[in-house]
């Protein structure tokens, strides 16, 4: 078992910029590929950054590109998030996942319960 939580979202203006944690406990989160996913009102949840156990390898959804970053600590079982010039269509619930592979799809076993981003125009 693997527990996960989210933090760092909050209210911000467009252009702006946040800083999104995901701390896990239990399972040995080094060993685990770790994703972001966001879900807007009324849309489903759709993929938006992910980082191989290592930190070594990532992957981005073609509208974060060159905007969010994804990156890990795995010393202190944290992953993170950092956006960048954030538009009111980033405005989501952001939830991070842990899974054996480094998938832009299915594949992530434990969730987070999210946390709300906003970007108000």
């Known amino acids: 078992q693997v527990q996960l939580v989210e933090s760092g979202g909050r209210l911000v203006q467009a252009g702006g910029s946040l800083r999104l944690s995901c701390t896990a406990s239990?399972?040995?989160?080094?060993?685990?590929?770790m994703g972001w996913f966001r879900q807007a009102p009324g849309k489903e949840r759709e993929f938006v950054a992910a980082?191989?156990?290592?930190?070594?390898?990532?992957r981005y959804a073609d509208f974060v590109k060159g905007r969010f970053t994804i990156s890990r600590d795995s010393a202190k079982n944290a992953g993170y998030l950092q956006m960048n010039s954030l538009k009111p269509e980033d405005t989501a619930v952001y939830y991070c996942?842990?899974?054996?592979?480094?998938?832009?799809?299915?594949?992530?076993?434990?969730w987070g319960q999210g946390t709300q981003v906003t970007v108000s125009s």
């Open positions: 239990g399972r040995t989160f080094s060993m685990y590929a």
């Open positions: 996942a842990t899974g054996r592979f480094l998938t832009m799809g299915p594949g992530y076993d434990y």
């Open positions: 980082i191989a156990f290592s930190g070594l390898s990532t």
